[in-house]
């Protein structure tokens, strides 16, 4: 199995912050990413998908980039609403593996 | 606008089988797309079990392969998991979403149902 690996497992920062998160495969798999945001309570919603496109209704202040072992999520300029998990997946390889998430508090 | 929504007990007994249903709405599952489960129990992250095409050709995770059962009822509109041999380990929140490959990305997702594993 391709193991998905988020950094960091958290972070805190403020609202008008450029946050970055990363996730590093295992082994290569092209562009075949997805990121998502989980809330408390609710389920994960799509905002990336092919590494570095923008899933429909997603605001343009996220952002996603990356090939092959390395990807990065970046969210531009905070909004209260940001505040929440995000995964990563991996579409590459039969299973389909996500990442450990990474929790993005309010400082 | 598709809409997927779990249902089955919330409570199941060790050695028991975990039995859930998906209910779609907004599209036809004969129409195509795959349809998967994946799951989070409390705190952690996610797992993907399995998923299946409208044909009912399924794909499981290797790990869970042995215990795991997806089918799907075009008629209802409608697809099923059925996990056999539960533990406390396989408590968890379920969700069913759709893909278009049984390697691809969820979009969109149900909400969710939590199932407790417990005497």
């Known amino acids: 199995d391709i193991q998905m690996t988020q950094s960091p497992s958290s972070v805190s920062a403020s609202v008008g912050d450029r946050v970055t998160i990363t996730c590093q495969a295992s082994q290569g798999i092209s562009s075949w990413l997805a990121w998502y945001q989980q809330k408390p309570g609710k389920a994960p919603k799509l905002l990336i998908y092919a590494a570095s496109s923008l899933q429909s209704g997603v605001p343009s202040r996220f952002s996603g980039s990356g090939s092959g072992t390395d990807f990065t999520l970046t969210i531009s300029s905070l909004q209260p609403e940001d505040f929440a998990t995000y995964y990563c997946q991996q579409a590459n390889s039969f299973p389909i593996t996500f990442g450990q998430g990474t929790r993005l508090e309010i400082k | 606008q598709v809409q997927l929504q779990e249902s089955g007990p919330g409570l199941v007994k060790p050695s028991e089988t975990l039995s859930l249903t998906c209910a779609v709405s907004?599209?036809?599952?004969?129409?195509?797309?795959?349809w998967g489960w994946i799951r989070q129990p409390p705190g952690k992250g996610l797992e993907w079990i399995g998923s299946i095409y409208h044909s009912g050709s399924t794909y499981y995770n290797p790990s869970l392969k042995s215990r795991v059962t997806i089918s799907v009822d075009t008629s209802k509109n409608q697809f099923s998991l059925k996990l056999s041999s539960v533990t406390a380990a396989d408590t968890a929140v379920y969700y069913c979403?759709?893909?278009?490959?049984?390697?691809?990305?969820?979009?969109?997702w149900g909400q969710g149902t939590l199932v407790t594993v417990s005497s």
């Open positions: 979403a759709r893909q278009r490959s049984y390697y691809d990305w969820f979009d969109p």
């Open positions: 907004g599209y036809s599952i004969s129409s195509g797309y795959y």
